[in-house]
């Protein structure tokens, strides 16, 4: 599985930003999914997660800003981020791995390059 993620940027505290990671080489259906994110001199972090049933947990420092969602019929991912901040500065990645998903970054099996998110004050 290929995945590759789009829609980062520049953008201002509280703005609101939607990244994708779709897929390729085979349908991600029954893959639980991931978010991450890592910045400068800091280790990688858990962000959210969406399991092959649409089941999802997120990471306490986005809940009720951030929402991850999956289109298993396009092979998408999605991460709505709202309410944005300068700590969500990072460059982010999304992962695909066991069918429950999960927040420890060793299980997953795939990844995509990742996209910066840069978020100013």
């Known amino acids: 599985v290929q995945l590759v993620e789009s829609g980062g940027g520049s953008v201002q505290t509280g703005d609101s930003l939607t990244l994708s990671c779709a897929a390729s080489g085979r349908p991600f259906g029954t893959y639980g999914l991931g978010w991450f994110r890592q910045a400068p001199t800091k280790e990688r972090e858990f962000i959210a997660t969406i399991n092959w049933s649409g089941g999802t947990n997120y990471a306490d420092s986005v809940k009720g800003r951030f929402t991850i969602s999956r289109d298993d019929v396009k092979n998408i991912m999605y991460l709505e981020m709202n309410n944005v901040k300068p700590t969500d500065t990072a460059v982010y990645y999304c992962?695909?791995?066991?069918?429950?998903?999960?927040?420890?970054?060793?299980?997953?099996?795939?990844w995509g390059q990742g996209t910066q998110v840069t978020v100013s004050s």
């Open positions: 992962a695909a791995g066991p069918s429950l998903g999960g927040d420890k970054w060793e299980t997953y099996f795939y």
